[in-house]
């Protein structure tokens, strides 16, 4: 797992004010070294000014180079000791979680607490980028360990802030870079606790993009919706085999909770004999005001010995997402079918997208149907291009041959 900011800004300090992200640490330290009247080559207002245009790296390397290391050593204990600072709910979800590993880009000890705290006080191993110039590589040990990406909070000689230290840290430590390209080549890395908007997660993901060409498998993070748009989702899947996990963003981001709770039930149920997955020719997709036609459409494709999986066959105790993902991912086609209804529907959407992105990866064939009149100017775009079978409300079996002929010369 790859931590960022998001999975400790929800903990409270003593003055009622959460952990920051890293614009706001930026903010925070820029008004300590103030009030501390250090003294600065360039005008304060100038660094606040790149600060709230995001031109964090550039900010950060200004403030770093002004500010000494003792004050600097000061403001961490202040943020990051304060007493109320203590793991949260969804720290103390992560030791339930298997992992080989945990990096993060946050200098706090949260993650440390809270397997402390689940291991009964031993703490876990911890290193940090300096510490690969004197150890052998943690990944040759089978012990779990936490790697600090940017450093840890007990060793602010250790801290990278600004730009220089960057480009020193990747570019020019070839033991930091080894290891994470033997990390990301051998392992499947899950990305999480990075916002709509965190400019960490740019910085991160631009530095390994040679890494992530080289993956054979590929890679995951969890990401409120809207982040990316489709065409960004493809070209992360294509370009860094980075596979986009969305959920949906409250002011408490409840979702990430659940999706890590979710993880801990996964690995409990591998303790149990493994079930086979049923194997399926075709999963529909539809809107639910066209059953009857949705009906007929499965009925011609299992007389031809077709196996069909569509969402009527859920039981009531079933969870819906996992078990769609589930026959998705076990079909050889995704039949897409569209009626008057199907324009404005999210779901539909979201089902579409993950069998196109799914079509990218080679899994499954994505087959739109048209039953009726089309609205090519509501369509999604990315249906528009696609050669469409157009049935009418009253189609037969005739109509589908096109269709069946396709899958079954698939077979």
Sequence with gaps: MFVGAGLSSSVKRSNGINLPNWKWFLDELLEFAIDKRVIFSVNPDDIKEMIQNDNLIMAAQEIQETISNHDFGDFLQQVFRDKYVKPSATHKLLPQIPFRSIMTSNYDNLIEGAYTLHHSGTIPNKFTQEDLLNISSPLRKDDFYIFKVHGDLDRPNTIVLGSRGYQKLFFRSPEYRQ????????????????????????????????????????????????????????????????????????????????????LTEIFKEQQMPEKENKKYDAFISYSHNNIKEIERLRSFLMDVRLSVWYDMELKPSQDIQNTLTEAINNSRFMIIVITKDYYDSEWLKKELEIGLLKQVEGKINVIPISIGPIDFQRLPKELQNIHFLQLNENFSIDDLKPLIKMMKRDQ
């Excluded at 990075?194 to 054979?216: H, K, Q």
């Excluded at 002011?251 to 979710?262: I, N």
């Design 179 to 262: 290891f994470l390209e033997t990390l990301f080549s051998v392992y499947t890395v899950l990305f999480i606790g990075y916002g709509a908007s965190d400019p960490d997660l740019e910085n991160v993901l631009d530095r390994l993009s040679s890494i992530f060409n080289r993956t054979i498998d590929k890679h995951y993070i969890l990401l409120p919706d809207h982040k990316f748009n489709f065409a960004e989702k493809k070209r992360l899947l294509l370009d860094k085999r980075l596979e986009v996990i969305e959920y949906k963003i409250d002011e408490t981001h409840t979702q990430v909770d659940a999706f890590l709770s979710d």
